[in-house]
């Protein structure tokens, strides 16, 4: 199985790790020599506005493993590990 390593995100100076298997998704195909292909869930995205040019989705790759809670009221975002059963 192919690694990829995790991908750290930076937020205020905590660290929010996710590893490859929630970020990359592998398609097996016998039949390709390759034997299939891999593709990224973590997304560029552009708005065409000026000094905005290096955005990206993490989305639910993201909040999958971080509980995420938005404050619309107080502009803020908060975030914790998420707890799967």
Same mark, same amino acid.
């Given at each position: 199985?192919? /690694?990829?390593?995790?991908? !750290?995100?930076?937020?205020?100076? %905590?660290?929010? /790790?996710?590893?490859?298997?929630?970020?990359?998704?592998?398609?097996? =195909? %016998?039949?390709?020599?390759?034997?299939?292909?891999c593709?990224?869930h973590?997304?560029?995205?552009?708005?065409?506005?000026? =000094? +905005?040019? %290096?955005?990206?989705?993490a &989305?639910?790759?993201?909040?999958? +493993?971080?509980? !995420?809670?938005?404050?619309? %009221? =107080? =502009?803020?975002? &908060? +975030?914790?590990?998420?707890?799967?059963?």
């Amino acid at each position: 199985m192919l /690694n990829f390593g995790q991908l !750290t995100f930076v937020i205020e100076g %905590d660290h929010y /790790n996710v590893p490859s298997h929630h970020w990359v998704k592998r398609t097996v =195909n %016998d039949s390709d020599p390759k034997g299939g292909k891999c593709r990224s869930h973590v997304a560029q995205l552009d708005v065409h506005q000026p =000094n +905005l040019d %290096d955005l990206f989705i993490a &989305g639910d790759t993201f909040m999958q +493993l971080y509980f !995420t809670v938005f404050d619309r %009221d =107080n =502009n803020r975002v &908060g +975030l914790a590990h998420a707890v799967h059963t």
